[in-house]
C-alpha cells in the first residue's frame, strides 16, 4: 500500500489558503457580532436615559400631566425590559432584568421624576459595566468645530443660539428641543447627547447624524452641552477647578465628564457648585486632558480663533500666546534637533498669527494664517512622531547646536582674554575664568532644578533669555564705545601704563567677569535642553561625535582668534575689538526684543522681510527698531569720539 504523505512546504498552498481564510471569516464574524452588540447596547442606552429625562414631562405630583408622553414612557419601559432580556447571558445580566422591571413598575405607578431617573440610572450606568462600550472621545473635543458644524447642521431646527425656535422650527411635531433649558439641561448628559447625535432620536424630526466622525460628534455634543449655561457660571467653574482638588477627584477625566449629568453631581456638591463645575469643564474639555506640545498649541489655537470670531481680541491674543509658549516653547529642543528650519517657519507662522490678532484683522484673515500654522503643526507632529533620526543627522545637529550657541559667547570671552594679555594685566584672568566657568555650573543646575524640582515655564524662560540679553547689549555697548575712544586717542603704551591698572581694579575686575557670566549663562541653559533632547533620541555616539567636533571648531576658532589679536598693534586692536562688540550688542539686542515679544511683553508687527538668527535679525518693526537704536547708539558713540579725537590733536598741535 502507498503512503500518502505531504508537508506545508512539499504540498499544494491550497490547504494553507483555506485555512487562512477560515480564519479571516472567523474573525469578520467576531467582529460583526461585537459591533452588533455595541449598537444594541448604546441603543438600549440611549433609551434608558429618553425615560430618565423626559419621564418629567409625563408624570407631575403622582399624576399624569401629559397622556400622550406617559403612554410612551410605559412602551419605553416595556421595550426596556425586553431588550435586556434578549441581551447575550452575561454575569450581571439577572440583575439588569431585575433593575427594568423595578423601572416599569414606578413608571405605571406614577412615581415621582426624581425616583424615576435615579432608577433609570442605576439601570444604565449598570448597562455599561455589564457590557462595556466606548463611551468617551479619544481627546478633548474642538468646541470650534462643534459651534461651527452646529450653525451648519441643526440652528434651521434649534435655533441659533439654541432656543429651538429656528426657522424650521414651527414645521416641526413634536417641537425641536431648546438647549437653553436649564432643568432639561441638568438631567442630561454628554453621552446622552452624542447618542442623540448619532443615532437619532425615533418619533421625532431628529434624524441620525452618523454620516459625521466620531470627533465632529462629540465636538458638537460638547458645544451643545454649553447652550444652557451663562459665562458667569463657566468663570465660578475654573475657580472651582482649580482650588478644590475633591472636584478634581470627582471628574478626574473625558469618561467621567460624559456620563455626569448636573442632577447626579448636585447631591455631592450643590446645585450651584454643580452647575459651575460643568459649565467649565464641558466648556473646556481640554482641563481634563493633559495636552502637551503640538496637540495643546493647536488646541488653543482653535480656542484663540473662537474667541476672536466672538468679538473677545484680548482672550483671543492671551491664548495665542500661550499655543507658543506652553504648546511648542517646551518640545523646541527637541524640534530644533530634527528640523530647525521648521521649528523656525513654525515660530514666524505663529508670531504672524499673533500679529494679525493685535492690528485688528478680519476673522478670514485669522483664519486664513491659522490655516497656515496648522499645515506647519502637523508636519511638526510628523517629525516629532518618528523614531528614526539616523546618526548622521544626530551628528549634525549636535555640532551645530554646539557651534551656534557657543560662538557668540566665545567671542566676547575671548576678546576679553585678548584685552587682558594686550594690557599686560594677565592676573585678573581669574575674574573672566571664573565668570564664564561659574555660569557653565550655573546653567547646570538651573536645569536639574527645571527638570527635577519647580517648573519653568516657558515665559519664564524667554522673559530670562529676552532680560538678559538686552542687558548684555547694553553692557557691550558701553564697553565697545569705550575700546573705540581709546582706539582713536593715540599713545596706547602711555594710556595703559598711567591709567589701566587703576581701571582694572575692583569694580571694573568684577564687571569683566559679570560679562563672562551673562553671555555664557544666557546660552548654557538652552544649549542643555538641546542636548538633553537630542539623548533621548538615541545614537549617544553620533552625539558625542558631533560635541567634540564642535568644541573643535570652537577652540580652533578661539586659537585663531588670540594669535591674530597678539599680532596688531594696540590701537588697532582695540578699534577691530570695538567694532566686533558693538556688532555683538546689535545682535543681543535683536534678540532680546524677540524672545520678550515670545513672551508677550512686546508686540509684534511683522514685515515682509527674511529672518536671519544668527544676527539677531528677525522680520517685525519691534525687533528692527530696538536694534536700529542699539546701531545708531553705536555709531554716534564713534562719530563723538573720533571728532573728540580730532579736536584734542588739534588742541595739542596748536599747543606745540
Known amino acids: ?3 500518502v504523505s505531504f508537508s506545508i512546504t512539499s504540498r499544494p498552498p491550497r490547504l494553507m489558503g483555506w485555512f487562512a481564510l477560515l480564519l479571516l471569516g472567523l474573525a469578520s464574524a467576531a467582529s460583526a457580532a461585537d459591533d452588533k ?7 438600549l442606552w440611549q433609551l434608558i436615559d429618553y425615560v430618565a429625562v423626559d419621564y418629567a414631562g409625563a408624570v407631575v405630583d403622582g399624576k399624569v400631566s401629559n397622556a400622550a408622553e406617559f403612554q410612551e414612557m410605559v412602551e419605553f419601559t416595556a421595550t426596556i425590559r425586553q431588550r435586556v432580556d434578549a441581551l447575550p447571558a452575561r454575569d450581571g445580566r439577572e440583575v439588569l432584568a431585575q433593575q427594568g422591571e423595578v423601572l416599569e413598575k414606578a413608571v405605571a405607578q406614577h412615581a415621582s421624576a426624581a425616583e424615576v431617573a435615579r432608577i433609570a440610572r442605576g439601570l444604565a450606568n449598570h448597562l455599561l459595566a455589564t457590557y462595556p462600550v466606548p463611551i468617551a472621545p479619544q481627546t478633548a473635543p474642538d468646541l470650534a468645530r462643534g459651534s461651527a458644524l452646529y450653525q451648519e447642521q441643526c440652528a434651521a431646527c434649534h435655533g441659533v443660539g439654541g432656543h429651538g425656535d429656528g426657522p424650521a422650527a414651527a414645521q416641526l411635531d413634536p417641537p425641536p428641543v ?5 432643568e432639561r439641561a441638568s438631567a442630561r448628559s454628554l453621552y446622552s447627547l452624542y447618542e442623540a447625535i448619532s443615532q437619532g432620536v425615533e418619533g421625532t424630526s431628529m434624524a441620525s447624524f452618523a454620516s459625521l466622525s466620531p470627533e465632529e460628534r462629540w465636538a458638537l455634543s460638547f458645544f451643545v452641552g454649553t447652550l444652557a449655561y451663562p459665562e458667569s457660571t463657566r468663570q465660578a467653574g475654573a475657580k472651582l477647578w482649580r482650588q478644590d482638588a475633591s472636584v478634581r477627584e470627582r471628574i478626574p477625566d473625558l469618561d467621567s465628564l460624559v456620563r455626569v449629568t448636573q442632577n447626579d453631581l448636585s447631591e455631592e456638591l450643590g446645585s450651584s457648585r454643580a452647575e459651575a463645575v460643568l459649565s467649565y469643564l464641558r466648556a473646556t474639555p481640554s482641563a481634563l486632558v493633559q495636552q502637551t506640545g503640538v496637540a495643546l498649541a493647536r488646541a488653543r489655537l482653535h480656542q484663540s480663533i473662537a474667541a476672536y470670531e466672538q468679538g473677545d481680541a484680548d482672550d483671543a491674543a492671551r491664548l495665542a500666546l500661550s499655543a507658543y509658549l506652553d504648546g511648542i516653547e517646551p518640545i523646541e529642543p527637541r524640534l530644533a534637533a530634527r528640523d530647525a528650519k521648521l521649528l523656525t517657519n513654525v515660530e514666524a507662522a505663529m508670531a504672524e498669527y499673533r500679529a494679525r490678532l493685535q492690528r485688528g484683522a478680519t476673522p478670514a484673515e485669522a483664519r486664513e494664517q491659522l490655516a497656515a500654522v ?5 508636519s511638526a507632529s510628523d517629525i516629532l512622531e518618528r523614531n528614526d533620526t539616523g546618526a548622521a543627522t544626530t551628528f549634525i545637529a549636535s555640532f551645530t547646536i554646539l557651534v551656534r550657541e557657543g560662538l557668540e559667547a566665545l567671542l566676547l570671552v575671548v576678546a576679553i582674554v585678548a584685552f587682558l594679555r594686550k594690557s599686560g594685566r594677565q592676573e585678573l584672568m581669574p575674574y573672566v575664568h571664573g565668570g564664564w566657568i561659574s555660569a557653565l555650573a550655573a546653567g547646570g543646575i538651573t536645569w536639574l532644578v527645571a527638570r527635577y524640582l519647580i517648573d519653568i515655564s516657558g515665559a519664564s524662560r524667554e522673559l530670562t533669555e529676552g532680560y538678559a540679553s538686552l542687558f548684555a547689549a547694553f553692557v557691550l555697548l558701553t564697553v565697545g564705545l569705550w575700546m573705540h575712544q581709546k582706539s582713536v586717542a593715540g599713545n596706547w603704551q602711555r594710556y595703559i601704563q598711567n591709567n589701566l591698572t587703576g581701571i582694572l581694579r575692583g ?6 567677569a559679570g560679562l563672562a557670566f551673562i553671555m555664557v549663562y544666557r546660552e548654557v541653559f538652552e544649549t542643555i535642553l538641546f542636548y538633553a ?4 533620541e538615541g545614537n549617544t555616539t553620533a552625539l558625542l561625535a558631533g560635541f567634540a567636533a564642535g568644541a573643535g571648531v570652537l577652540t580652533l576658532i578661539a586659537v585663531a582668534m588670540l594669535r591674530f589679536s597678539a599680532r596688531l598693534p594696540i590701537g588697532k586692536f582695540f578699534s577691530i575689538s570695538s567694532i566686533l562688540i558693538a556688532v555683538l550688542a546689535v545682535v543681543l539686542a535683536g534678540k532680546g526684543a524677540q524672545a520678550l515679544q515670545e513672551a508677550g511683553i512686546l508686540s509684534v508687527q511683522t514685515l515682509p522681510l527674511p529672518r536671519w538668527e544668527w544676527v539677531g535679525v ?3 518693526v519691534q525687533t528692527l527698531l530696538v536694534q536700529g537704536l542699539v546701531a545708531l547708539a553705536a555709531l554716534a558713540g564713534f562719530a563723538y569720539n573720533a571728532r573728540s ?8 598741535t596748536a599747543q606745540s
Open 507 to 512: 569694580r571694573s575686575a568684577w564687571l569683566l
Open 374 to 378: 496648522e499645515d506647519l503643526l502637523t
Open 178 to 182: 431648546a438647549f437653553t433649558d436649564s
Open 1 to 3: 500500500m502507498k503512503r
Open 618 to 620: 528677525y522680520p517685525s
Open 37 to 43: 452588540l455595541d449598537l444594541e447596547v448604546r441603543q
Open 533 to 536: 533632547a537630542l539623548g533621548g
Open 645 to 652: 579725537a580730532r579736536q584734542e590733536r588739534i588742541e595739542q
